[in-house]
């Protein structure tokens, strides 16, 4: 699996560029805190914060969505104790939040997923699923704290995970229609490593269109554009 070490000023801006620079969303790595850093004290001893961050499956814009491994080295099922930890840290985050929300546990294929349900429960989706996904996040450093190897959990809303991807497929085949049929390229809105991987994973088979991203962070943009016809040579 590929793995790369960083250092920032602190662990969460440490993570956060080792997503950027894998292109993952954080249920796709495992985050091992190598150094948590120091603010040092007058200016001396100051220590910059170092993880590690491990991809839990390879991903890539030319390969489909890889199923959970079941092999050797296939990330663990959650105890639940991790789930409750996360359970309990997250229904104290929407009270803070004054977010009136049940949470539904469920697992499905060893996959661990909170479901918020309740009337405020679209406020903690956010633009495009922004604080979804950062709840998600937060919720698995908690989760995950012990237990390095253990799979991330999914948060969820309603189904707007499904919704989201299903309109994501949509939009691209639209999208990828008028690219072949103006010979131009597209580029899209910013989106999350997540987002964007159900934009390749679209249009991966399809022989007249490529996909690749552009721009720096984590919302990077997305280009649909004609595949370039292979050259013989002469």
Known sequence: MRAIELEADTVDAAVAEGLRQ??????????????????????????????????????????????????????????????????????EICHLLDASVKIEVNRSAGQ?????????????IGKRGQMLDALEYVVNRIAVRDEPHAQQITLDVEGYRERRRQYLEGLARRLGAQVKRKHKPIELEPMSPRDRRVIHITLQSDPALTTRSTGEGYYRRLVIAPKQPSRSGA
């Open 22 to 91: 894998l292109a993952v969303s954080p249920e796709d790595v495992r985050v091992t805190v190598l150094d948590p850093g120091s603010r040092g004290v007058l200016g001396l001893g100051v220590r910059k914060a170092r993880v590690r961050l491990e991809l839990v499956r390879e991903i890539s814009p030319q390969a489909v969505a890889a199923e959970p491994s079941t092999g050797e080295g296939a990330a663990e099922s959650v105890t639940a104790d991790a789930v409750e930890r996360a359970r309990a840290a997250l229904a």
């Open 112 to 124: 661990v997923i909170f479901n918020l349900v309740g009337g405020t429960s679209g406020f903690l």
